[in-house]
């Protein structure tokens, strides 16, 4: 699968990827959320927050 | 003394009920007032089961389980802690003599939290974004409600909920509500009961117990706890750094365990 | 104005509890002191069958209807009521901005009870005695702690359940529940909401509304009276004879429904 | 079966009877519980309590 990084306009390849998964650009390095797989679409992962749960 | 007390969910804890309630019954005759703040994990995991609800859980990036909250999970943990759990500690406590209030920390706003809008979870070699769980982060706490009922007399047993900015009942770590709870109240003490006798230097040795820990020190004791402790001291440390004279994670499983955690038989978190 | 009111469980109901929530809003900014106590039936019969616990009911020589409870069915319903309905109820009501307290009637001692050791139950052609039956007779009501939170200036909803002199918590009918709470409070009102317009005279034709009903003309009634509504009558009659001003079985799933049960749009039950 | 009211003694036949049930005495009237069945074993039934219940 062909990733296209939407912060730095990155290029690169992937073998397989799953709907919510995190994905580090390797160009500039940003955190991208898989937020769809059919059609592939990429976005900023939004900040890591306190992950206090039950 | 205020003294807010949590008890597990774990299963030993559920054998020594009426233990806890004639020794929370002699802490209010002796004039301490007393707030019981619950978990309920194993209540909820079985009941899950039962529902066909599949118990997941959440392993976060830097190594905290939690449980992964679907609306489905959340229906599971209302009935199985707001319902059984909360009612049966009632019930030991009225039949011993204490006029308990079982509440939610929904009731009269105490909770208040912001939903986690997406929280990560390690998946193998994979990290994932979860969406739609049902857990918070405590905003507010407002201790009005609990207050009014300690000044009635009564001894509010707490579950702990969260009302979240969209209206969402969501779940929250206990050990966390507890120290929350502590602070808002000022307490003298906030005491972690569990089903081990508190932090162990080997897990293996009950005996190797970690008497005390000055909260300066306390993330040097952190490799050595397991996920849960892990929980229970950054919720004692939190509490202890925000005015809470001492928190003490004890062993619930015990004859009269609030008060030998009390009386410092546990690890005793100071400033 | 002190107004009890109790909310049935049937699944019309459930559709109205937002606009319930903001009626209760209206009447509370209004000065009126509210007390809601709660049925569940249909919740708990949803649950029963998720959880594989048969629902059973009774029905006694007299023709009155009421749910065979034995233990597992007692854990269902205290799940579903204590745990689902009145946190439902409880999230509802906080949203709108109502201060409200969801507790069981066996925080602080509020109703005890004495567990009916042999309920007579109609089979067939047969008459059997129930022994393991875990509903209960109300013989005492302290209305110390529904004071105490309504002078704080919250609302108390209420899950009618009963401690009985073995330590158990037991089943009790919500209609009468209400009332012998309206009754102790000295409530002005009494209002019993469920998914009727009130006592029809013909009940498949909902404008055959019977108005206004006397204490002293209740029995004449009863023919025309299904078993719920039976009910409900019994328990109107039992408040208003006891000195609640007066009692109204009225429609829950309308619009501002207290608001309109308190201006006697419903069956009215008066000394 | 054999009935025997532990009342007053009086005898009669029933075709079967099931634990829990009341059976009334023909000859004194008065209601019997069905406290087991093998062996069949009957003892006054309890006074009718008001039924009210959820």
């Known amino acids: 699968m062909l990733c296209s990084c939407p912060e730095c306009a990155g290029k690169w390849k992937v073998g397989s990827l799953e709907k919510g998964e995190i994905v580090v650009c390797p160009e500039c390095g940003v955190e991208l959320e898989v937020t769809s797989v059919e059609p592939l679409s990429l976005e900023l992962a939004p900040e890591e927050e306190e992950d206090w749960g039950e | 003394m205020i003294v807010v007390i949590k008890i597990g969910g774990a299963a030993g804890i559920n054998q020594n009920l009426t233990g806890l309630a004639n020794d ?56 199985a ?51 739609d769980d049902l857990s918070a982060t405590l905003t507010s706490v407002d201790t009005a409600l609990v207050e009014h009922l300690l000044a009635g007399g009564y001894l509010p047993v707490v579950c702990p909920l969260v009302l979240a900015q969209g209206g969402e009942v969501c779940n929250i770590d206990a050990d966390r509500a507890a120290a ?81 955690a009390i009386r410092s038989e546990g690890t005793v978190v100071t400033p």
């Open chain 2, 180 to 260: 929350a709870l502590a602070t808002a109240l000022r307490a003298d003490q906030l005491i972690l009961l569990s089903n081990v006798p508190g932090l162990l230097e080997d897990v293996s040795n009950p005996s190797s117990l970690i008497r005390c820990i000055r909260v300066g020190e306390a993330e040097s004791y952190e490799e050595i706890a397991s996920a849960g402790m892990k929980k229970k001291l950054a919720a004692a440390v939190a509490a202890v750094r925000s005015g809470v004279k001492r928190a003490v994670i004890a062993d619930g499983r015990v004859e009269a365990p609030a008060t030998r």
């Open chain 2, 24 to 79: 929370l019954k002699s802490l209010v005759d002796a004039g301490n007032q007393i707030l019981l703040i619950h978990g309920g994990s194993a209540e909820v995991d079985a009941l899950g089961e039962r529902l066909g609800v599949p118990m997941r859980y959440i392993t976060s990036p830097s190594g905290v389980r939690s449980r992964y909250t679907d609306s489905a999970t959340m229906e599971v943990f209302i009935m």
């Open chain 2, 81 to 131: 802690m707001a319902g059984r759990v909360n009612t049966e500690l009632v019930r030991q406590l009225q039949v011993v003599g204490v006029k308990a209030v079982g509440i939610t920390a929904i009731s009269g706003g105490m909770f208040y939290g912001e939903r986690k809008t997406a929280i990560r979870s390690v998946e193998g070699s994979k990290v994932k974004l979860i969406r």
